[in-house]
Nanobody, 132 residues
Framework: QAQLVESGGGLVQPGGSLRLSCAAS????????IGWFRQAPGKGREGVSC????????YYADSGKGRFTISRDNAKNTVYLQMNSLKPEDTAVYYC?????????????????????????WGQGTQVTVSS
């Protein structure tokens, strides 16, 4: 089972930038996806972005397209979410999550749908607040 720890959240002004980190450990299989999700008070958990282990393909929800960039550093076992041009509606607790799949062809589906129920391991979350 994967162990995930998020960091990098904080308070930022609208239009500012923030980089979140997700340190992952415990993976022994080759095929898995790491996703970023967020949850604002009183709202459900929302998929933000995803990256696959097979080829590094990246996926973004409409909310972050053009503003967010997901990347990975395999040597550090870390996935990043670079968030630029932040808006107040980006305020939420951000979680990273992981899921192992049977084959790389499943990664596209998992990352495209970005369903929280498809991810088995979750971090504790890091707060992002966008406010002036």
């Amino acid at each position: 089972q994967a162990q995930l720890v998020e960091s990098g959240g904080g308070l930022v002004q609208p239009g500012g930038s923030l980089r979140l980190s997700c340190a992952a450990s415990g993976y022994t299989l080759d095929y898995y996806a790491i996703g970023w999700f967020r949850q604002a008070p009183g709202k459900g958990r929302e998929g933000v972005s995803c990256i696959s282990s097979s080829d590094g393909s990246t996926y973004y929800a409409d909310s972050g397209k053009g503003r967010f960039t997901i990347s990975r550093d395999n040597a550090k076992n870390t996935v990043y979410l670079q968030m630029n041009s932040l808006k107040p509606e980006d305020t939420a607790v951000y979680y990273c999550a992981a899921v192992t799949v049977q084959s790389p062809k499943e990664l596209h589906k998992i990352c495209t749908y970005l369903r929280g129920a498809d991810f088995a391991s979750w971090g504790q979350g890091t707060q992002v607040t966008v406010s002036s």
